[in-house]
């Protein structure tokens, strides 16, 4: 076997997995599945209202989209799974140096989510396609967007044998195949491929490599919990860093926070408690429980430290708000709202009341790999940074060590394609 090239880039900072593991609930919640994306929507359009990434004029008309038609279950062999679906995938060739030269191919692996907005957030693959003269490819994970079994989500999910292919072995046999076919259509037999994926995409990048190491050359897995199962991650270690996070930035909002938890309960539990902290706290529906409202701020704060990043950090922004509000509100609970409006701007509706759904998961921990596991299995960290940075677009502001984190990244994907080639004109020799 292929060594097993991987490059694993983690920063410190926590890590939320909710994964397509959640069949058990699945029947009960419709298919409103939680997920965590490489990005975080809100946090870059609330934070920066300049940032059109979202909108479908900023997805270049470089990328070219295909539907494959893809295989239900790549694993049996019952009347059922020869049934196919159709499977989006885009290619960027803008920069590509062609078959005839082998030029390299990058291919995002889509995870839990549309590949829409990825199109325009996932920067990582063109940003370097000049630099490696390589094709960019985006393929979008099964029951998500426009790759869904069955007809519709309704049908996809509607009973456990539907619900059965939904898994990521079933995933990365799918990207097996769409790769093949795209070597194959493009005479691209010698190009080398090397994926790339943010957080659930990330692990499934790296297992990619280790099942299919004779399609891919290696994989960049960003901000990849491998490790987030059971036995292996510390309990509440995702909560334990989130913490650390606020202490960090500010002691005096991490005891704030620490103590309006119990604040939150003390003023439910009195009459008309439930309307007192609607009012105060300017959500959108009437709450019935002080959890609702202790659900929200708990992924506020998951939130900003999940997404802390350049140039406006979320997580000082919460504590700004915190340690510098208003005398007129200068309680725990203004001083909780001052936080919060610091972070999502100040709406007439602040607060949209959702329920959260908890799926069985490993324990709370990060499952990060923080060392090199070998000479090819390395691992690229930073004290700073936020959720898959790295694979998001360069930017004029980007601070000198993502910068570096980056050129890291290059430079060792440089490596492995300068092996390949010189291994390929060795055997054409």
């Not at 959108?284 to 002080?290: A, D, K, P, Q, R």
């Amino acid at each position: 076997m292929a060594p097993f090239k991987v490059i694993i880039l983690f920063q410190f900072y926590p890590l939320l997995l909710i994964l397509p593991f959640f069949l058990q609930t699945a029947s009960t919640f419709s298919h409103k599945i939680p997920r965590l994306s490489p990005y975080h929507k809100e946090t870059l359009i609330l934070r920066n209202p300049d940032d059109h990434r979202f909108s479908q004029s900023a997805i270049s008309k470089d990328f070219k989209t295909y539907f494959y038609t893809q295989t239900l279950d790549h694993f049996n062999y019952a009347p059922q799974s020869f049934a196919t679906f159709k499977q989006r995938y885009v290619i960027n060739y803008k920069h590509w140096g062609g078959p005839k030269s082998n030029s390299p191919i990058l291919a995002y692996l889509g995870a839990e989510e549309p590949l829409d907005d990825d199109l325009g957030v996932i920067g990582f693959l063109n940003d370097s396609a000049p630099y490696f003269k390589s094709l960019s490819v985006y393929i979008e994970h099964r029951y998500y967007g426009k790759s869904i079994p069955f007809g519709s989500m309704e049908e996809a999910m509607k009973n456990d044998t539907t619900r059965g292919y939904f898994n990521s072995a079933q995933a990365i046999a799918d990207y097996a195949e769409i790769l093949l076919h795209i070597k194959k259509i493009l005479s691209a037999h010698n190009s080398p491929i090397i994926v790339v994926g943010g957080s659930y995409g990330g692990m499934l990048a790296s297992w990619f490599r280790l099942k299919y190491p004779h399609i891919a050359l290696g994989a960049l897995a960003s901000s990849a919990p491998i490790l987030y199962f059971d036995n292996i991650t510390p309990q509440n270690g995702y909560y334990s860093i989130v913490t650390k996070d606020f202490k960090e930035v500010s002691r005096n909002c991490y005891q704030t926070i620490r103590e309006s938890w119990a604040e939150i309960d003390k003023v439910a539990s009195k009459p008309s408690g439930l309307s007192i902290l609607s009012q105060r706290f300017k959500t959108c529906s009437h709450l019935n429980s002080s959890g609702e409202l202790k659900d929200f701020l708990d992924s506020m704060y998951a939130t900003a430290a999940q997404y802390n990043a350049p140039p406006n950090y979320p997580v000082t922004m919460v504590c700004k708000g915190i340690d510098g509000a208003p005398k007129e509100a200068d309680d725990i609970l203004g001083r909780i709202f001052a936080g919060v409006v610091s972070f999502r701007g100040n709406r007439h509706a602040m607060i949209q009341i959702i329920t959260i759904i908890r799926p069985r998961l490993a324990s709370d921990g990060d499952g990060k790999v923080l060392e090199d596991l070998s000479q090819s299995v390395v691992a690229v960290t930073t004290t700073n940074g936020s959720h898959c940075l790295d694979i998001l677009p360069a930017a004029k502001t980007d601070p000198e060590w993502l910068v570096r984190q980056r050129n890291t990244e290059l430079k060792i994907i440089e490596g492995w394609l300068t092996t390949y080639y010189s291994d390929l004109h060795a055997l054409k020799k």
